[in-house]
């Protein structure tokens, strides 16, 4: 270095020094800039070095003295466009500062990022006399922040191609993220976000109490079965689910001691209708073959109660009359004898019939999804359905609480409520024949609507509809002796069934059951 750099560099570094406060001395000023980890230089007005710090020869190769007298453009790739360089020397040149990225040059040929911000350092009059330049290497940084881009495209990517819905939802359910198969079924189910009803589907299975509703905190779970009902009639579709959780720590200063962070719940679902539908089948044939031993079962109890109920009354009319002749007679009669003797014989007859009324099997409780059932009762029930000429409309509640219950107890009930509304429109002269089957949550239970578009009930039949072996089919109507049966079924579950006396036409059946009433 010439004394006429040396001088030049020493009053470039006056000029920096004066913005110093009188406390501050210019010789830590000068410590400062020597011991700084950022390369630090000051130039003339053309770019002409004058100073650097030590930084400076680590991050670029230049030594002090190699440095010094040559313009700053020795650190320069010249790799950057050509407007890039004239809106930088625009900016300082105006007194303005400037900041940004660019290649650098080392002194070994070797490339790397630089970190660049450049002050003008001005005169009384604001004109440019040096200019204070600090830049630090940040190729390393730049490499880091590129692969975890790459690595969160990649994985995007990944997700976005996976023929699974994936959903990261936060602690209220809400979609942070989410793929492709997500939005796609997003759009076929019509709604704004699954995730949640896919969630409540989950929980509801997941609960050890039926009907709780208490939300579980840092559960997983692993292939859990669901079924989603879509609105519109539209059939059920079955979603294998498993969920993790994923932490995610907080970055915020506040956070550096206490560890602070996120929770969140990455929920895959994958869509096995086709294999359910499948499954479904069997399954429903095998519920056909058990409802049906179940009905012949049902058909014997009610025929002999009913040849009983009919043949006690005349016994028991002729007890009386009996009982009345020997009072009057003394017990001499021969016939009054006779008669007894017949009375008793009777008697022994009804009790062998009751002996032969096959007993009700104590089926045991499990939760039950309504929406399910009442589709195994549609399904059993398709081809009278189809033979009577009935549509079907099938409005669901898309997603309803679990019900604890016995589940053949409860078909059986729902049979026999659409048995008797398939009867009653399949009469001549019925000619709109629909079957309106709805299911909705109510407070603390399950509200069950089964409507027909038959000849309806006379009001005046509506209190004896329920009374057992009561029938109104050959009056026209259509409830008979399956009502009182459904009856006892809801009343073994703590609901009830009521008919709806306002109905313009048919007859609607509202079944009514709560959801933590043991039977």
């Known amino acids: 270095m010439t004394s006429k750099q040396l001088q030049a560099a020493t009053d470039g570094a006056t000029r920096v020094a004066e913005v110093l406060p009188p406390s501050v001395h210019p010789q830590v000023f000068q410590q400062t800039v020597n011991q700084a980890d950022m390369a630090i230089s000051i130039t003339d007005g053309q770019g002409n070095i004058l100073y650097v710090n030590p930084a400076f020869t680590r991050v670029t190769g230049y030594a002090s003295e190699e440095a010094v007298g040559q313009n700053q453009s020795i650190v320069s790739n010249h790799s950057m466009p050509r407007d890039f360089y004239r809106a930088l020397w625009q900016t300082i040149s105006h007194?303005?500062?400037?900041?940004?990225?660019?290649?650098?040059?080392?002194?070994?040929?070797?490339k790397y990022l630089a970190e660049l911000s450049i002050s003008p350092v001005l005169n009384a009059s604001g004109e440019v006399l040096n200019y204070l330049g600090m830049h630090r290497d940040i190729t390393d940084l730049h490499r880091l922040e590129s692969?975890?881009?790459?690595?969160?495209?990649?994985?995007?990517?990944?997700?976005?191609?996976?023929?699974?819905?994936i959903a990261l939802l936060d602690a209220d359910d809400r979609v942070v993220l989410d793929n492709h198969e997500y939005k796609k079924l997003q759009?076929?189910?019509?709604?704004?976000?699954?995730?949640?009803?896919?969630?409540?589907?989950?929980?509801?299975?997941?609960?050890?109490?039926?009907?709780?509703?208490?939300?579980?905190?840092?559960?997983?779970?692993?292939?859990?079965?669901?079924?989603?009902?879509?609105?519109?009639?539209?059939?059920?579709?079955?979603?294998?689910?498993?969920?993790?959780?994923?932490?995610?720590?907080?970055?915020?200063?506040?956070?550096?001691?206490?560890?602070?962070?996120?929770?969140?719940?990455?929920?895959?679902a994958k869509e096995i209708t086709s294999l359910r539908m499948q499954q479904e089948k069997v399954r429903v044939a095998a519920?056909?073959?058990?409802?049906?031993?179940?009905?012949?079962?049902?058909?014997?109890?009610?025929?002999?109660?009913?040849?009983?109920?009919?043949l006690e009354g005349p016994l028991n009319m002729m007890a009386s009359v009996v009982g009345m002749l020997a009072r009057r007679q003394g017990g001499t009669d021969p016939m009054s004898a006779a008669l007894a003797e017949a009375i008793a014989t009777g008697q022994q007859a009804l009790a062998d019939l009751r002996s032969m009324i096959p007993a009700k099997t104590r089926e045991p409780l499990g939760a039950v999804n309504l929406n399910e059932l009442l589709r195994d009762v549609l399904d059993l029930s398709t081809g009278r359905l189809l033979a009577a000429g009935i549509t079907v409309i099938w409005q669901p509640q898309a997603m309803l609480p679990a019900l604890l219950g016995a589940p053949n107890r409860l078909r059986s009930l729902f049979k026999a409520l659409i048995d008797n509304a398939i009867e009653a429109m399949n009469t001549r002269g019925c000619r709109e024949r629909e079957l309106t089957v709805a299911s909705r949550a109510r407070l603390g239970g399950i509200e069950v609507d089964i409507a027909d578009s038959g000849p309806g009930i006379d009001r005046a039949q509506l209190l004896k509809v329920f009374e057992p072996f009561h029938t109104t089919k050959r009056g026209g109507g259509h409830l008979g002796t399956g009502l009182s049966a459904a009856q006892q079924v809801a009343a073994e579950h703590g609901g009830f069934l009521e008919i709806e006396p306002t109905t313009t036409r048919g007859c609607r059946v509202r079944v009514l059951l709560p959801l933590h009433r043991r039977p």
Not at 147 to 165: C, F, G, T, W, Y
Not at 240 to 260: K, M, N, P, W
Not at 290 to 305: F, H, I, K, T
């Open 95 to 110: 007194g303005e500062p400037w900041s940004g990225h660019l290649v650098n040059r080392r002194k070994d040929g070797s």
């Open 147 to 165: 692969q975890v881009r790459n690595q969160k495209a990649l994985i995007e990517s990944v997700v976005d191609a996976a023929p699974m819905v």
């Open 187 to 268: 759009a076929d189910l019509g709604m704004a976000e699954p995730a949640p009803m896919l969630m409540s589907a989950v929980r509801a299975s997941l609960e050890p109490e039926v009907g709780r509703g208490r939300r579980p905190s840092g559960y997983l779970f692993l292939d859990r079965e669901v079924r989603l009902d879509p609105a519109g009639g539209r059939p059920p579709r079955w979603f294998s689910c498993s969920g993790s959780r994923v932490r995610e720590d907080d970055t915020s200063a506040d956070a550096f001691l206490a560890g602070q962070g996120r929770d969140y719940m990455l929920l895959v």
């Open 287 to 310: 519920l056909q073959a058990v409802m049906a031993d179940e009905d012949r079962a049902s058909g014997l109890r009610e025929s002999l109660a009913a040849a009983i109920f009919r």
